[in-house]
Structures are given as structure tokens and as C-alpha cells.
């Protein structure tokens, strides 16, 4: 049987930390808000000048990814670029990474699917890697949101959640009649909640497509209605992972970790009680790079890989939801 076995992950971080306390110097709010009503200590960001672009994160990322798996660029089939921060509004990121690798012809797509980037992603890698598509794919999740966020009193409420930082998997096709690889994929989208978490603009409803006006009302900031999303994550979490267990005929007590999205660890705790899992058994990292979206679940995972939390053997499962919304689940088993 054809199933994607991942070779190799990497990640990397810009080096500016930017600590809760920092961000008092530009706008009303305390380390103690912060901490309780989301987790987050700290979170990197590109340097203020600009010059970096989402992009060069990911080949950081992609250049340790690829080292592990043992990979030329060259033997590449396929890049999948997942982020909501492109450096251009067009062409994808995923060409300029591309380019970026030495590579002038190997296919490369984006995914716009915000904090569910990854999900999808791998979800896609696996069909294209069993449908023989492409036999060797690289999947980033990256994300430059510290350019992007109104780090004044009136974006408080998502500044401070958002952090920069970039990681990259390597899937490959591997023949194996045992139950390993991607096991089971869910994903989901419903465009009616939209509204809930978006940035409006550049808007291609509207002509022209940016204006003063549209930047004096800040309609290039991301706005989010917290507690809406905050509500479907806690309904849909629990909800998309029985669904991929029993897509994978597995139980509950097989996964070994679970790597969810890493928004707000009251969602990921929420989580946890709602299937009664012990707290070993949800891995966060949000308190030291805050939300980095696409980036959020293979950031996790390379570091929980790093740390022995997970290896040979281990099941895993990666979930999340995020602006669209769009939600998803995703089984992966390592070879033992
Ligand atoms: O990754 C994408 C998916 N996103 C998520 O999953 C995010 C889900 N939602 C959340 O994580 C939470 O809703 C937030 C962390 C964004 C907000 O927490 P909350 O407990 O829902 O707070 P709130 O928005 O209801 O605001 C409570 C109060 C308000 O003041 P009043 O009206 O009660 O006087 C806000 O103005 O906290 C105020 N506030 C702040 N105060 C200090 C909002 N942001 C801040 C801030 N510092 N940064």
C-alpha cells in the first residue's frame, strides 16, 4: 500500500523576542491580561525595519527540514506553502521559496487556509503522494503577522496574540502494509462565519482596492470576534478528533500526543477536558511563540520531536480552527 511517511521537520523563529511587557510601550495592556486570558509570555517577531519576509522564514525552515530527510531541493515534486501573510498579494510564496531553493521548474501551491493551513496541507501532500502525484513534497507553515497588526490600544484584543515563525515537513511515498503514515484526514469550512476573523482589505470587492480611507478605518488589521471563535474551537475540536479516530477505526487511548493549533491554551485546555485527557497528552507551546497560525502545529510538533515527547512508533494527532472558519484533524502514525 502507498501511505506518506514524514522524513524530516524543521523550524525556525526570527531572534527579536518580544516580550508581554514590551508590548505596554505601545499600547494599554499587562502581562497579566495576557497570561490569563490567553498563555502567552512571549512571542518573535521580524526585525521593525521590515526586509524579512514570510518567505525567508520558511526557508530557514525548509533548509533544516530537508537536512533531516536527507534531501537535495532538487528531489522535490512539489512545495506546498501554507500561510495567511504572503509576502506579496500575488504570486504565492510558495514560488518565491521556490526560488529561493535554486529550483526553476518544481510545482509549488499556496494554501489560504489560515490556522488550519497545515491541515490542509498535509491533507493534500497525502493525496497527491498516494494518488502518484508526487513522491517526495515539502509542506511550510509560515507566517509574517507583526507587519500586519495594529499594535495600538485599538488592535489590542489581536495583537497581542499573533507571533512570526515559520515550519517545514518532508512527506515522502513509502510502500508499507502496516497501519503508519497519514492515517486519517478531516477537514471542514464554514464560509458563513467569515466575519468572525478576517482583514478586509486589500479587498477585490472594492475599487480601488485599498484607499486612505480604507487605511485610516484600519481595514488592512486583522479583526476577530474572540468569543465566537473562541466557541466554535471548543465545539469543534472534540468534535473533528472523534471523527478521525473513527475514520482510523482507532480509539481515543491510541493517540499518544495531541498537537493542536496553538491559539489560546484556555481553548487547548477546554479541549482536553471535554475528551478527559490526561494534561501530558496536549502539547503546548504557545506561552513562548504566542498564535503563529499555519505555523502553529508543525512548530509544535519539530519541537516535541526534539524534545523525545514523540518518536518512533507514536501516534499523533494535529487539529485545529481558525479563520474561514475552517476547522480539521489530521492521524499520524510515526514507523516504528
Ligand atoms: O488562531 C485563530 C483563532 N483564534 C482564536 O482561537 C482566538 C479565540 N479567542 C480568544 O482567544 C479570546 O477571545 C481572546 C484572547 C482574543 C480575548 O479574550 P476574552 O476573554 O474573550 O476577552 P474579550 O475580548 O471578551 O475582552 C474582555 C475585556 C474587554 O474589556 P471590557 O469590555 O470588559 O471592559 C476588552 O476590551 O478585555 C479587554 N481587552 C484587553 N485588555 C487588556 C481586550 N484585549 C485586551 C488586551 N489587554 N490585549
Given amino acids: 500500500m502507498e501511505i506518506s511517511i514524514i522524513k524530516g521537520t524543521g523550524r525556525y523563529v526570527p531572534p527579536r523576542c518580544v516580550t508581554n511587557h514590551d508590548l505596554t510601550r505601545w499600547m494599554d495592556t499587562s ?20 526586509g524579512v ?59 489560504r487556509q489560515q490556522c ?88 477585490s470587492r472594492d475599487n480601488p482596492r485599498i484607499s486612505e480611507k480604507m487605511l485610516q478605518e484600519g481595514k ?30 482507532l480509539p481515543l487511548s491510541a493517540v499518544d500526543l495531541f498537537i493542536p493549533h496553538q491559539a489560546n491554551m484556555r481553548i487547548n485546555q477546554g479541549f482536553a477536558k471535554a475528551l478527559d485527557l490526561p494534561e501530558e497528552k496536549v502539547y503546548h507551546n504557545i506561552q513562548r511563540y504566542g498564535n503563529t497560525t499555519a505555523a502553529s502545529i508543525p512548530l509544535a510538533f519539530d519541537e516535541a520531536i526534539e524534545k523525545g515527547v514523540i518518536g518512533p512508533g507514536s501516534t499523533v494527532m494535529f487539529l485545529g480552527l481558525g479563520a474561514g472558519v475552517t476547522w480539521g484533524a489530521v492521524l499520524y502514525r510515526f514507523p516504528a
Fill in 116 to 203: 488550519t493551513g497545515f491541515l490542509y496541507g498535509m491533507a493534500t501532500a497525502d493525496a497527491y503522494i498516494r494518488s502518484g502525484m508526487a513522491k517526495r513534497v515539502l509542506l511550510v507553515g509560515a507566517e509574517v503577522h507583526s507587519t500586519g497588526l495594529d499594535v495600538s490600544t485599538r488592535g489590542r484584543d489581536v495583537a497581542v496574540i499573533f507571533g512570526d515563525g515559520a515550519a517545514a515537513v518532508c512527506l515522502e511515498l513509502t510502500e508499507s502494509d502496516a497501519q503508519e503514515g497519514v492515517l486519517a484526514s478531516c477537514l471542514h469550512a464554514d464560509g458563513s462565519l467569515a466575519e468572525s476573523l478576517m482583514t478586509y482589505a486589500p479587498a
Fill in 53 to 111: 519576509g514570510v518567505s525567508d522564514l520558511g526557508l530557514e525552515a525548509s533548509k533544516i527540514a530537508l537536512e533531516r530527510a536527507g534531501w537535495r531541493a532538487q528531489d522535490l515534486d512539489l512545495i506546498i506553502f501554507a500561510t495567511l501573510s504572503p509576502d506579496l498579494f500575488f504570486p504565492g510564496s510558495g514560488c518565491l521559496l521556490a526560488d529561493k531553493l535554486g529550483l526553476t521548474t518544481t510545482p509549488a501551491l499556496d494554501i
Fill in 31 to 50: 502581562d497579566e491580561w495576557i497570561v490569563q486570558r490567553t498563555g502567552i509570555e512571549q512571542r518573535y517577531w521580524v526585525p521593525e525595519e521590515g
Fill in 220 to 249: 488592512h488589521y486583522p479583526v476577530m470576534d474572540g468569543r465566537n471563535i473562541f466557541k466554535h474551537a471548543v465545539r469543534r475540536l472534540p468534535e473533528v478528533a472523534g471523527e478521525a479516530l473513527e475514520k482510523a477505526g
